[in-house]
Every structure is written in C-alpha cells, then in structure tokens.
C-alpha cells in the first residue's frame, strides 16, 4: 500500500516554512524559524575576540552552540547545565560547519560571531531548521556589523540550508516530521549552499538499507527543498 502523508502533504512537498527576522531584540542578529511544529530561535552574538589557536592571525571564527529546552517535546528532558549531551555536541559542530562553509572569515578581522540555536518546540527536524535559521541570524549580524564600519566587505559567500529526506514505507519523502522520522527506513540529513552545492551529508539506513537509485531520489527531493528554503531565507532578509 503506498505511503500517505498526514494531511495529504505531497511526498516532495516541505511543511510550512516561516522564518520571523530581528525576532531578538539584544542580538547582533536574529531569527525565529518554523518548520511545521519544529520552532528554534537563532541568535548571532558577535565578540572582538577569537579562540587561542586563531589569536594574532588576523581572522575570524563563526561557531554556534545548540540546546533543546526541557520540554520542547512531548516528555521532559533534563536541562543541560554543565555541558552538551553528545548528541547536542554532534548538532552543534554540525551548524558551525555548515556556516563556516559559506564564509570567508579573513573578512571578519579578529572576532567570532557564536550562533545559538535554542529549541523552543520540537516535531522533527531540529538540526536543519536550526542551520536553515542560523543562516539568516548570521546574515543580520554581518550586516550590522557593515552598517556600524566594523568591516568591510560581507564575507558570506552564500546562503546555506538544510533539510531531511528519508524512505518510509519504501517511498522517498521530503522534509520527515518526527512521526514519519520515528518509523522511516532510511533518514539523511542534507545540507547545501544556495547555489545547490553540497555542504554536509548525513545518510543512515534505520531499517533498510538502500540503494543507489533510491539515495539519488532522496537527493532530488533534497535538492527542491533546500531551494525552496533558500528563497524563504532571501524573502525573510528584505523583510
């Protein structure tokens, strides 16, 4: 029987995407994003200061940092007081990547731009809607940081996003809510620049293993998706 989604959503269709700019009103930049049921606030910090192995070198230094709050799910999780869960070290190293992939940071002089990443409500999908939000938080910040004579020249090369693609029930689908993660075959992660590179692929066989043909499915509807994300980003920064 083939696989339908709730509320008839299309196996290459996105959930609802909005990104809310300059929701912070402290932070150099910043963003809410919704993606379904999945909301994360992305803050970007930026300090004239950058860690010990970048000092005197003239560059700079983009990280982020990634929490879920206690009950952003349906049962409560501990909060994280001491330091992240290996699962949150993973996410965040991940988000920091994925900016720094489309930044040039001999531009920034010698300062850090810290992007936090808080999640609010989870229902899948916290990592790369927390990259997707993150991207926009960043952009603000950079553009403050122009506006105020600090630098420059932007040193974002490009936007970046990222999404989920899967198989479930054999089908591959776009953009998994938790229910659809929590019973897929396959789950993979997708991250890429505005211009459709590849940044980030994280792809694992939960059930089935899959092929070839299926892992390039799940590209092409990655591919869609994070185009769609891109134009939400751009639409969100003339906002």
Request: hydrophobic share 40%.
């Amino acid at each position: 029987m083939p696989f339908t989604r709730q509320q008839n959503r299309a196996l290459d269709q996105i959930r609802e995407v909005r990104i809310t700019p300059h929701f912070s009103p402290y932070a150099e930049g910043s963003a809410l994003i919704e993606v379904g049921g999945t909301k994360v606030i992305c803050n970007a910090s930026v300090e004239d200061k950058v860690p010990p192995f970048l000092r005197n070198k003239g560059i700079g230094w983009v990280t982020a940092e990634y929490a879920m709050l206690p009950r952003a799910t349906h049962t409560r999780t501990n909060r994280e007081t001491l330091r992240p869960s290996g699962r949150n070290q993973e996410i965040q190293r991940l988000i920091g990547r994925s900016l720094r992939a489309v930044v040039d940071t001999s531009l920034l002089g010698e300062r850090q731009i810290t992007v936090d990443c808080d999640v609010i409500q989870a229902d899948g999908g916290t990592r790369c809607a927390s990259i997707t939000g993150a991207c926009v938080a960043l952009a603000l910040a950079v553009k403050k940081l122009l506006i105020d004579g600090r630098i420059r020249k932007n040193p974002i090369l490009s936007e970046v996003a990222a999404i989920s693609v899967g198989i479930v029930q054999g089908t591959p689908v776009l953009d998994l809510s938790y229910d659809e993660d929590s019973v897929a075959d396959v789950d993979m992660n997708v991250v890429c620049t505005g211009s459709g590179r590849f940044i980030e692929l994280q792809g694992t066989a939960e059930r089935e293993p899959f092929n070839r043909e299926e892992m390039n499915a799940m590209l092409e509807l990655a591919e869609k998706g994070i185009a769609e994300l891109i134009r939400i980003q751009r639409q969100a920064l003339l906002g």
